[in-house]
């Protein structure tokens, strides 16, 4: 029965996580300050922010090869992402655009840090 019940559990979608549960559960690890980088949680929300990151540079490179570009990043490995300036922008959004999924989220600083000139 356990196995099952776990099976279920694995199985079951994962729900998108709005910014604002993002902001809430960044902001509770950031309070732990040096003690931050042993919390589990900080590894989870940081691998949620490589996901995204992985898929908007494959989403950039997609468009870019249809001419139409949604982004013009510095190539792999030449920009230095700063999660502080991420969620300047996050708590700078009202409570409603705070709803929006993370992955959106971050497509839109991205797209705004990354423009096309």
């Known amino acids: ?8 559990l694995l199985a079951a979608p994962v729900q998108a996580m709005p910014v604002r549960e ?7 690890v950031e309070k732990l300050g040096e003690m931050a980088k042993l919390d589990p949680e900080l590894r ?17 490179d997609k468009a870019k090869a249809a001419a139409k570009p949604i982004a013009c990043p510095p190539p792999p490995g030449q920009a230095e992402f700063e999660s502080d300036k ?13 709803e929006i999924e993370l992955k959106d989220g971050v ?9 096309c000139r």
Not at 22 to 28: K, M
Not at 107 to 115: A, E, I, M, Q
């Open 22 to 28: 993002f902001i809430a559960r960044w902001t509770a």
């Open 1 to 8: 029965m356990l196995a099952a019940a776990g099976m279920s």
């Open 107 to 115: 497509y839109v600083y991205l797209n705004k840090t990354y423009p």
């Open 44 to 60: 989870r929300l940081m691998n949620e922010l490589e996901t995204i990151l992985g898929a908007w540079r494959a989403d950039v």
């Open 86 to 98: 991420l969620m300047a922008h996050f708590k700078a959004l009202s409570p409603a655009e705070q």
